[in-house]
């Protein structure tokens, strides 16, 4: 059994590599092959509150099965001694039931779900799309930068904003000086907000953070931040003002994500994001409600472990070829 921690999975695969992964986990679905569970929740309360949660998320992908081991802690910020999301990924084979992979899924979690939010802007933004706006600096946000724009080639304004300015100045920083983007600080959500073509969101929040009255004709919508029962980052108004609501699992959505808090008529004309063909309409406001799937856990884990495979064969064949075994 093999076994890989952060580094090596950051080895194997590239942006666009697991961008083309998420693409063909929304491409294929589910079938008899490639299912998942929806995630269960296991609840950790301390003096009569929630402290911290366990998620299990198990999936297939052909012939290879897994699951994904996570913890969210919220607290664990306040002293800085762990993350406050923690996962492992188990691979197993579905021939067999062998344990063929133990990986370190935080950066195939931040990896995915960057890739997620790629794909679902591609689809459907609107073209010559110019403003990328985030909510939320934190780990997973430089991904998210990084991957929308490899789809989009037209950005070339990024604004940012946290509760925590210095955050929101590093990564408008960084981003300036590795690509020499316009990257502003926005000192408000609204500010943030009210250009955009492209708005993701990434917090953690269990009250509204974005108003319906501050969204562009024609923006879309990545709300990446709401992945469990009572997180929400948009108001009702907001919700009112969306024309098509994509969703990366239904049955997730209406649990977790920002579709638990719409009505059920607004929830029953939501559509896959995997059916959906691409909209690039310059009025209609879109959104994409990720909750983030095991199908697409397994899918990148199972990237890296083929990807080791095959390099390793190829080590090994060359080293023969001369003479090295």
């Not at 890989?4 to 294929?28: G, H, M, P």
């Not at 052909?62 to 188990?90: D, Q």
């Not at 600080?185 to 917090?203: R, S």
């Not at 562009?216 to 009572?230: C, P």
Request: proline share 3%.
């Amino acid at each position: 059994m093999r076994i890989y921690d952060k580094w090596l999975c950051k080895q194997f695969i590239t942006v666009s590599e697991a961008i083309e992964v998420i693409r063909n986990v929304f491409s294929i679905g589910q079938d008899a092959d490639h299912h998942m569970v929806p995630k269960t929740y296991l609840d950790i309360n301390k003096d009569g509150n929630l402290h911290g949660d366990f998620r299990a998320m198990p999936a297939r992908m052909g012939n290879i099965s897994g699951i994904k081991w996570v913890s969210v802690f919220p607290h664990n910020a306040k002293s800085n001694s762990h993350p406050t999301v923690m996962a492992t990924i188990l691979l197993s084979s579905s021939e067999t039931g062998e344990p063929l992979a133990v990986l370190d899924a935080g950066y195939i979690t931040n990896i995915r779900t960057a890739a997620a939010a790629a794909v679902a802007s591609e689809k459907l933004s609107r073209k010559g799309s110019k403003v990328a706006a985030f909510i939320g600096c934190g780990g997973q946000t430089m991904l998210h930068v990084k991957a929308i724009n490899s789809v989009i080639p037209t950005l070339d304004t990024f604004v940012f904003y946290d509760l925590d300015q210095r955050r929101a100045e590093s990564m408008a920083n960084r981003w300036h000086e590795s690509t020499g983007h316009k990257s502003l600080v926005a000192n408000c959500p609204e500010l943030c907000v009210k250009d955009a073509d492209i708005l993701t969101t990434l917090t953690p929040s269990r009250e509204p953070i974005v108003q319906g009255q501050w969204l562009k004709q024609g923006v879309h919508i990545n709300a990446m931040g709401a992945d469990a029962e009572g997180k929400r980052e948009f108001d009702n108004e907001s919700y009112n003002r969306v024309d098509l609501w994509a969703y990366d699992d239904i049955i997730q959505a209406s649990h977790s994500g920002e579709t638990q808090h719409v009505s059920s008529a607004k929830a029953s004309e939501a559509d896959y994001i995997g059916e959906i063909p691409r909209q690039h309409s310059s009025t209609q406001i879109t959104l994409f409600d990720s909750t983030g799937i095991a199908l697409q856990d397994i899918a990148v884990a199972s990237w890296i472990y083929q990807k080791d495979l095959q390099q390793e064969d190829l080590y090994y064949t060359e080293g023969s070829q001369h003479g090295h075994v």
